[in-house]
């Protein structure tokens, strides 16, 4: 059965079908902030990214969430702890049931209320994203930790299609254009780590850049997020959450080991 989030099909169940999920590079992580090394190499090539918001085409309930895909054309990230450039692919949000939990990464065992993933694939080695997924090196997601305060406009964009995409699989066309950039935190102080894709096949192919800021979200926003359904319009539903509403989605945190945590900025 396919992959999800309830006790059936959830992060616990998943290394059956998807073995990578067992491995020693996985993610999410809990941040323990006392960890962290300040890397000079880190401070010395800031973080540098360009956006086309007119690139942010189609936005779809993959049955796991909403996700914005976007033509990589234009789009690039480099520095930081990046070698070459990467372009964005897409971007999503993993919540919870209630704004007490729901993010994918921990700060000292602190949950937030959602995360955003940026996605990103190395250009300057690899062909596309899928090819990207397969390496070591091959992709690169931003994170922000989304908390519960003032709405968002930048989201408040995602959330108005979100009626248009109830059901698994239903896709439309972002007809206002997105600005990744501005879903972003003002300070650019950011944690970074080698792990994986949080859902299956769990891929230890991402090198992890999460920015220490929360952005603000409202909790009428959260619940528009919940509203999705985890199942095609027409078909009864299959996972045992409430009515198939996707309320939940983020995979909780995998062992850091003995993986190494740098931290740019205060
Ligand atoms: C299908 C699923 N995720 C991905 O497609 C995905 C692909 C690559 C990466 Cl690197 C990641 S991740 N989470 O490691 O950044 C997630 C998904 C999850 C949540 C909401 C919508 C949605 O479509
Ligand atoms: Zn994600």
């Given at each position: 059965a396919e992959w999800g989030?309830?006790?059936?099909?959830?992060p616990f169940t998943w290394a059956k079908n998807?073995?990578?999920?067992?491995?020693?590079?996985?993610?999410?992580?809990?941040?323990?902030t006392a960890l962290a090394t300040s890397d000079s190499s880190l401070e010395s090539k800031p973080l540098r990214w360009k956006y086309v918001p007119q690139n942010t085409r189609t936005i779809v309930n993959s049955g796991h969430g909403w996700r914005v895909d976007v033509d990589s054309e234009g789009s690039e990230l480099v520095g930081g702890p990046l070698e070459g450039t990467y372009k964005l692919q897409q971007f999503h949000c993993h919540w919870g049931s209630s704004s007490d939990k729901g993010s994918e990464h921990t700060v000292d065992g602190q949950s937030y209320a959602a995360e955003l993933h940026l996605v990103h694939w190395n250009s300057s080695k690899y062909a596309d994203c899928g090819e990207a997924?397969?390496?070591?090196?091959g992709l690169t997601v931003l994170g922000v930790l989304l908390k519960v305060g003032a709405k968002n406009p930048e989201l408040q964009k995602v959330i108005d299609l979100i009626p248009s995409i109830s059901h698994r699989g239903e896709k439309t066309e972002v007809k206002e254009a997105i600005d990744p950039?501005?879903?972003?935190?003002?300070?650019?102080s950011y944690w970074t780590y080698l792990g994986s894709l949080?859902?299956?096949?769990?891929?230890?192919?991402v090198t992890w850049i999460l920015f220490k800021e929360p952005v603000e979200v409202s909790e009428e926003q959260l619940a528009a997020f919940r509203s999705l359904r985890c199942y095609k319009r027409?078909?009864?539903?299959?996972?045992?959450e409430v009515d198939g509403l996707l309320i939940s989605n983020y995979r909780p945190t995998l062992p850091l080991g003995t993986r190494e945590l740098r931290e740019c900025g205060s």
């Open positions: 989030y309830t006790k059936r099909n959830g998807y073995p990578t999920a067992a491995g020693i590079r996985q993610s999410p992580v809990d941040i323990d997924a397969d390496y070591p090196d950039a501005k879903m972003l935190p003002k300070t650019l949080t859902v299956p096949p769990c891929n230890e192919s027409g078909e009864e539903c299959p996972c045992d």
